[in-house]
């Protein structure tokens, strides 16, 4: 729900001109690097660096840049209001730390719409492990969910805790490996996906 990826391509930009070049930063690597945890990307490209200082690094400039790297997705706000609105618990599972999670969210204001958010450092295994998620549904007390992710191990993730998944097909050249990773449906607008909630929440998915 956040477009998070001019700001994560930015900073790997960022860590690579330290390290290596921005050349080596290639196209498929900015594709690849949209979904793994970052300390898993980390020690693939830097062995040679300790992983802590690549982490620091790529977080001091994000955080220098944030606000305006960052953004809610298109119509990401209106569907979290919809979903206040109608009274569906909602929750946010992300590779990102808690604290730049929930500050992200503040400075956009879907704090106040989004129930529990858990972060990298919250969870003993990340996706496409399904703890975050099966922590989010016990918390919310919920028996069924719906995951939405814009990345293969988003939708690995939603399906090893047996949510319904939801690929949000925000970036062409995603779409061909996201529909590979076989999600229970597809959206390109996060407004469709209202219909999607309501026939899950009536049996109808």
Same mark, same amino acid.
């Given at each position: 729900?956040? $477009?998070?990826?001019?700001?994560?391509?930015?900073?790997?930009?960022?860590?690579?001109?330290?390290?290596?070049?921005?050349? $080596?930063? !290639?196209?498929?690597?900015?594709?690849?690097?949209?979904?793994?945890?970052?300390?898993?990307?980390?020690? /693939? #490209?830097?062995?040679?660096?300790?992983?802590?200082?690549?982490?620091?690094?790529?977080? &001091?400039?994000?955080? %220098?840049?944030?606000?305006?790297?960052?953004?809610?997705?298109?119509?990401?706000?209106?569907? #979290?209001?919809?979903? /206040?609105?109608?009274? #569906?618990?909602?929750?946010?599972?992300?590779?990102?730390?808690?604290?730049?999670?929930?500050?992200?969210?503040?400075?956009?204001?879907?704090?106040?719409?989004?129930?529990?958010?858990?972060?990298? &450092?919250?969870?003993?295994? $990340?996706?496409?492990?399904?703890?975050?998620?099966?922590?989010?549904?016990?918390?919310?007390?919920?028996?069924?969910?719906?995951?939405?992710? $814009?990345? !293969?191990? &988003?939708?690995?993730?939603? /399906?090893?805790?047996?949510?319904? !998944?939801?690929?949000?097909? !925000?970036?062409?050249? /995603?779409?061909? %490996?996201?529909?590979?990773?076989?999600?229970?449906?597809?959206?390109?607008?996060?407004?469709?996906?209202?219909?999607?909630?309501?026939?899950?929440?009536?049996?109808?998915?």
């Amino acid at each position: 729900v956040m $477009d998070t990826e001019p700001a994560i391509i930015a900073s790997y930009y960022h860590v690579f001109e330290l390290h290596r070049t921005r050349d $080596d930063f !290639t196209p498929e690597l900015q594709v690849e690097v949209l979904g793994p945890a970052l300390d898993v990307e980390m020690k /693939k #490209f830097f062995p040679e660096i300790p992983v802590d200082a690549c982490l620091q690094e790529y977080r &001091d400039f994000q955080n %220098a840049h944030i606000q305006e790297l960052i953004q809610p997705m298109e119509h990401a706000m209106d569907l #979290f209001v919809w979903l /206040k609105e109608e009274g #569906f618990p909602t929750g946010l599972i992300s590779t990102r730390l808690s604290q730049s999670l929930r500050h992200i969210s503040q400075l956009t204001g879907m704090d106040q719409y989004v129930d529990i958010m858990i972060g990298h &450092d919250e969870v003993v295994n $990340d996706k496409p492990d399904p703890e975050g998620i099966l922590l989010a549904m016990k918390d919310l007390q919920c028996t069924r969910s719906i995951y939405v992710g $814009d990345s !293969t191990t &988003d939708i690995k993730a939603g /399906k090893n805790a047996g949510s319904c !998944t939801v690929a949000a097909l !925000t970036k062409p050249e /995603k779409e061909e %490996a996201l529909r590979a990773s076989n999600p229970d449906d597809c959206v390109y607008d996060l407004l469709d996906l209202k219909k999607i909630i309501t026939d899950y929440n009536e049996g109808e998915h």
